[in-house]
């Protein structure tokens, strides 16, 4: 397996990319990106020059994962989006190289923090479906991975659950917030 940067030039591995987030998130997230189209949209709006987008491929160039960020707060914090990784290569591994290899690029950059939101939109933590302005920081703290939310992923690569907006994909549907100090 090689990270690279995705070239504007790749047609093969852009529509790969593509492709892979309809996949990846069809199962838990299938409003994310329902189509190839979407998924285009996304990618070449990932490839603007103030963004990162890292890929994962194999020795035959296929698409095992990708990787985006976004700068803000001039370049002192950058957020992690999106993650994807082919579902059946899911748990081996790839996702670890490609935040780390994300971690990296933040780091080059002189980047200090990196953000990010793992959306809770189908009941997959204790922060869904409940009320959110009621003891707020002590339901954070308690937390539950019901169906296995990505938010142990992240926490395992030293990411910390910072806060949560409630209500952000809709009533009982919170976003995640983690961040993490790179530099």
Do not use: C
């Not at 985006?68 to 994807?84: F, N, R, T």
């Not at 790839?94 to 200090?112: A, I, P, S, T």
């Not at 030293?158 to 976003?175: F, L």
Request: charged share 30%.
């Amino acid at each position: 397996m090689k990270i690279i940067s995705l070239q504007k030039d790749d047609k093969d591995l852009i529509q790969q990319a593509a492709q892979l987030l309809v996949d990846a998130f069809r199962e838990h997230w299938p409003e994310a990106w329902q189509t190839l189209e979407d998924g285009l949209q996304e990618i070449q709006d990932i490839m603007e020059e103030d963004h990162i987008l890292r890929v994962a491929v194999d020795d035959e160039n296929k698409l095992l994962g990708i990787i985006g960020g976004l700068s803000q707060y001039d370049g002192k914090v950058w957020e992690l989006h999106p993650l994807a990784i082919q579902p059946n290569l899911q748990k081996q591994g790839v996702g670890k190289k490609l935040v780390e290899d994300f971690e990296e690029q933040v780091r080059q950059r002189n980047g200090l923090t990196i953000l990010l939101g793992t959306d809770d939109e189908n009941n997959m933590t204790s922060l869904s479906n409940v009320d959110l302005y009621e003891n707020l920081f002590e339901k954070i703290k308690n937390i539950k991975n019901i169906k296995g939310h990505p938010y142990e992923f992240y926490q395992k690569m030293g990411y910390t659950i910072i806060g949560v907006i409630p209500d952000a994909n809709g009533i009982g549907k919170p976003d995640i917030l983690m961040s993490k100090r790179v530099n």
